[in-house]
């Protein structure tokens, strides 16, 4: 059943943010983005380094927006909940969010696959009952509260992602969120620009424990090379149980056996004495053992771990995070992997492995365009140039490359190796087009600074007519 009880009432957003409103309103959701505003949000404006949100206030209010906060005189005659600081009153009203909650919540981190494991248990828990979860990645100090803010009273369950790219940023998270399950995917050198080792990396991820329920549980990678500091950290900030997943004979939801396929896998598991079967509509190792962190989740909350496993096969990959499309060119079909959100050094060798488990159609080929890991430090030249190798073991027949980094892997590639490099990804647009060709697979990806997106973008909108979109592969 749907609540249809309101969000925030004036009063009740005026008391949690130590605030005041003259006029009565009811919000249904909350914005800090005048463009993206829907009917009935209560519209709260952040200021930048360039920007004042409150210059935005009409924007917001023509949109729909029924109120919206402020720190300053506004003028006309709008619903204003004045507030001291407009950020500060985010953040009041997501710890509002989640006193007043009653849902099981699930907090996500990791080097990599956070966004993904958040947006699977997202879909699974819905299936089984009133479930929250922030949509995209808003995963920081803005975001975060955000998706407080928007929890619903009446949910079940709520998932929620926490980034981090310096120590000490995920402790204010969690003690916010509150998580009575956090997730730690894995620890790998992604970031790696700001800590001095992968092991501070690790330090790093554990302060999501310094916010986890007392008797909470610790849901981790045991074939991680970090899975003990993590477990101490768990258990010494006042975790209840730790969960181990992976393929280690140790992990409490044990990878047993798997097979990889082109658009996905079929995994068999244990736990607690239960063997399973499943299939994953997700393709790669990743996210075989991803899925059983996922799992695990589902387990902790209390929630059926059979269902959810059988829900897996129609759960698909989120946007930019290995979202797959079919599209047509003349005399054919291209298939495009688009990885654009994001990388580093383990998730760019993930995302060659799908490739190299794609299957091209007739002379079609393997082509990777690769944009720049970022924050990698004083290492990232060596972690792009071994790069290199993993494109030869992964088959891959042409090399598009974009930014200053990747030029070191295309300097590290033998000769006889096809590559194309630009300093941006909008220069690698055109090459790109015209080389691509009936039956080729495409694999985009790139750090979020390198905008690989673009890419995506351009083939997706130059290609558009008409797509074919992955589900529909069988019914060609």
């Not at 003990?228 to 969960?243: E, N, P, R, T």
């Not at 387990?299 to 059988?310: E, I, K, N, S, T």
């Not at 190798?389 to 980094?405: M, N, S």
Request: aromatic content about 6%; overall charge negative; hydrophobic content about 45%.
């Amino acid at each position: 059943m749907s609540d249809l009880s309101p969000l925030w009432t004036s009063e009740d957003a005026a008391l949690a943010t130590h605030g005041s409103s003259p006029e009565n309103w009811q919000a249904s959701g909350v914005s800090i983005d005048s463009r993206t505003v829907e009917q009935g949000d209560l519209f709260v404006p952040i200021s930048g380094l360039n920007f004042d949100g409150h210059d935005f206030i009409a924007n917001a209010l023509e949109r729909g927006a029924v109120a919206a906060m402020a720190a300053k005189a506004v003028d006309g005659d709008a619903p204003i909940l004045s507030v001291a600081d407009t950020f500060e009153a985010l953040n009041d009203l997501g710890r509002a969010g989640r006193d007043r909650s009653r849902a099981k919540v699930i907090a996500v981190t990791g080097s990599v696959g956070k966004t993904g494991v958040k947006e699977a248990l997202g879909q699974l828990l819905s299936g089984q009952g009133s479930t929250s979860y922030s949509r995209g990645s808003f995963n920081n100090h803005f975001g975060v509260p955000l998706s407080l803010a928007r929890l619903p009273k009446s949910a079940e369950y709520a998932i929620f992602e926490l980034g981090m790219n310096h120590a000490g940023e995920l402790i204010p998270l969690s003690q916010m969120v509150r998580p009575l399950v956090a997730i730690i995917t894995t620890v790998e050198p992604a970031h790696i620009e700001f800590f001095s080792s992968v092991e501070d990396i690790a330090h790093a991820k554990a302060e999501i424990f310094q916010g986890l329920e007392k008797g909470g549980t610790a849901i981790l990678n045991r074939d991680n090379a970090y899975f003990d500091l993590l477990s101490d950290a768990a258990m010494a900030a006042g975790a209840g149980k730790v969960i181990g997943f992976g393929a280690h004979e140790d992990a409490q939801f044990k990878l047993v056996d798997f097979v990889l396929g082109p658009e996905g896998s079929t995994v068999e598991a244990s736990f607690d004495g239960y063997r399973f079967t499943y299939k994953l509509a997700m393709a790669g190792l990743h996210w075989v053992k991803n899925s059983l962190a996922v799992l695990a989740a589902v387990q902790a909350v209390g929630a059926d771990v059979f269902a959810a496993a059988r829900a897996f096969a129609d759960i698909k990959p989120p946007k930019g995070r290995g979202q797959r499309h079919r599209l047509s060119v003349e005399g054919g079909i291209i298939d495009l992997i688009d990885d654009s959100y994001n990388a580093s050094p383990v998730s760019i060798a993930a995302a060659l492995e799908v490739l190299a488990q794609a299957e091209p159609g007739p002379s079609g080929r393997r082509i990777a365009a690769l944009g720049d890991m970022r924050e990698l430090g004083e290492q990232s030249p060596d972690l792009h140039r071994a790069i290199a190798p993993e494109i030869e073991a992964a088959g891959v027949d042409l090399v598009f490359a974009a930014g200053p980094e990747m030029k070191h892997m295309c300097d590290a590639l033998p000769e006889d190796v096809s590559k194309t490099h630009a300093e941006n990804s909008a220069d690698l647009i055109q090459p790109l087009f015209d080389e691509i060709k009936p039956g080729d697979v495409v694999l985009v990806k790139g750090s979020a600074g390198s905008q690989m997106g673009k890419i995506v973008d351009a083939l997706l909108e130059l290609l558009a007519s008409p797509q074919i979109n992955s589900e529909d592969r069988h019914a060609l």
